[in-house]
């Protein structure tokens, strides 16, 4: 078996039932991806619109297509056909976007919402109180052309172990609340966790990790 492959086995014995992987292939090259396709490996994880475009177009069509990028709303129309979920919803704009182009083409999409716990300025999402707020704005079940799935969050860039397990359960938390305020009932992800910090997530409550470096080694930008 592949390098890749035997990786892609070793984390999947690690996960508990009821997790998912997605493999974040963004930035290696589709030799790679076929590698953990071979070894069974279907969920990948792309963060952008172009890249994901074109390796769906050269990879099997039985492949899940994850977008866990910053999705920029001139790219929305570009992935809505290839992605099977999108972990990136970060403003009420791309949302109700994502619904109208998925409208367009007759499809309904299946999206994350995603939460901004971590320290870090520059990252995207919506703080917990924004997510309450679009929760209790009523939108989300007036858009017929999305499924909400649950939410995707990342813990701070730090080697602080308490701070991250704290950033984890406030994102878990977030999803608690969505479930509740909006009774929504395909509600059913939480998609956290990376390379270095996913048992970590997993013990507060992700049942969807994304992970990269470990099963393909450092990205070359
Ligand atoms: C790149 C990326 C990952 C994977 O990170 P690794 O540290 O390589 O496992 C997970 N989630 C998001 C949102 C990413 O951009």
Redesign the pocket.
């Known amino acids: 078996m592949s390098t890749i492959g035997k990786r892609i086995n070793d984390i999947k014995a690690s996960l508990p039932k009821g997790v998912t992987l ?1 493999a ?1 292939s ?1 930035f290696h090259p589709v030799e790679a991806l076929q590698e953990a396709y071979d070894c069974g490996q279907r969920a990948f ?1 792309e ?1 952008r619109a172009n890249e994901l475009v074109a390796k769906a177009s050269a990879l099997p069509h039985d492949v899940e297509w994850h977008f ?2 910053h999705l920029q709303t001139n790219k929305v129309r570009s992935i809505i056909p290839h992605a099977s979920l999108i ?2 919803i970060d403003s009420e704009k791309l949302l109700r976007l994502v619904d109208s182009e998925a409208r367009r083409i007759g499809r309904t999409v299946d999206v994350l919402l995603q939460v901004h716990v971590a320290r870090e300025e520059t990252k995207f999402g919506f703080t917990p109180q924004e997510l309450d707020d679009l929760a209790a704005s009523g939108i989300i079940p007036s858009l017929g052309n999305i499924r909400v799935r649950g939410v ?1 969050g ?1 813990a701070s860039n730090v080697d602080d172990e308490t701070r991250i397990r704290q950033d984890f359960r406030d994102i878990a938390r977030a999803f608690d609340n969505l479930r509740k305020t909006t009774g929504i009932e395909t509600l059913d992800t939480i998609s956290m966790g ?3 910090d ?1 048992m970590t997530a997993i013990d507060e409550g992700s049942n969807m990790v ?7 080694g450092e ?1 070359e930008y």
């Open positions: 997605v974040v963004k994880g963060s866990i990028g972990h990136s995707m990342m990376m390379s270095h996913y994304r992970i990269g470096t470990t099963i393909f990205r």
